[in-house]
């Protein structure tokens, strides 16, 4: 079974321009997460998707941030503009819900905003 | 919101077992306690988790106290390989409206 794909693994660009991140789940999860992690620290969501339905975006910066899941499949997160304080990893996980539901990352995208 | 206190690293001999603890004094009746690890320059992997009892899998074993305020993973035969950061995540909410806390996690480091 394939893992959580993301892409790009990296990704330079200067302040105040656009970006966007592409995430492709474990076929069958319909649970999609987005997380932020800065270094040092561990993973902070951003937003939950439940099918193509954002059911938890409370922690999305939402002047600058946007998300969507087209199809309740694949998910692209974009920044525009990024600043620098947008440097981090942006790490995409699946799941299937339910009670117990385990989590499974991807191997995230490096921005790093000059 | 139930969180985590973990210490911040812990070094361990190759083969040794390797006792990682996590206090969450906070956590409620309902809610998981979940262990990932983060090796360098790759996303968290799921180790174990468990709600009342201990658990064991081909990875690890996790043991809960009592009274769910703290818990320890245990990896048997600790490797090289297992060098990484090590979080105890508390899942808390309800369906629709949960989330994980992660903590800053341990920095495990097995010494040859």
């Known amino acids: 079974e394939a893992g959580v794909v993301q892409s790009p693994r990296y990704k330079i660009i200067e302040k105040k321009q656009p970006v966007a991140f592409w995430c492709n789940p474990i076929s069958g999860h319909n649970t999609l997460y987005w997380y932020l992690q800065n270094l040092g620290q561990g993973p902070e969501l951003l937003i939950r998707y439940e099918n193509e339905e954002a059911v938890d975006d409370s922690q999305l910066p939402k002047d600058r941030f946007s998300a969507e899941r087209l199809k309740g499949v694949d998910s692209t997160l974009k920044i525009q503009p990024a600043e620098l304080g947008d440097s981090a990893v942006y790490l995409c996980a699946s799941s299937r819900g339910g009670r117990a539901d385990t989590q499974y990352f991807g191997p995230g995208t490096r921005l790093t905003v000059l | 919101d139930a969180k985590t206190t973990q210490p911040p690293s812990m070094d361990c001999a190759e083969g040794r077992a390797a006792n990682l603890p996590c206090n969450h004094s906070t956590i409620s009746g309902n809610e998981y306690v979940y262990w990932y690890r983060q090796i360098h320059s790759q996303g968290p992997q799921y180790i174990i988790h468990g709600l009342k009892n201990n658990e064991t899998n081909e990875m690890a074993s996790l043991i809960i106290t009592e009274d769910r305020k703290s818990s320890t993973l245990i990896l048997p035969h600790a490797t090289l390989r297992d060098t990484a950061v090590y979080y105890c995540?508390?899942?808390?909410?309800?369906?629709?409206?949960?989330?994980?806390?992660f903590g800053t996690g341990t920095r495990l480091k097995v010494l040859a």
């Open positions: 995540i508390v899942r808390v909410g309800t369906s629709g409206t949960y989330k994980y806390i």
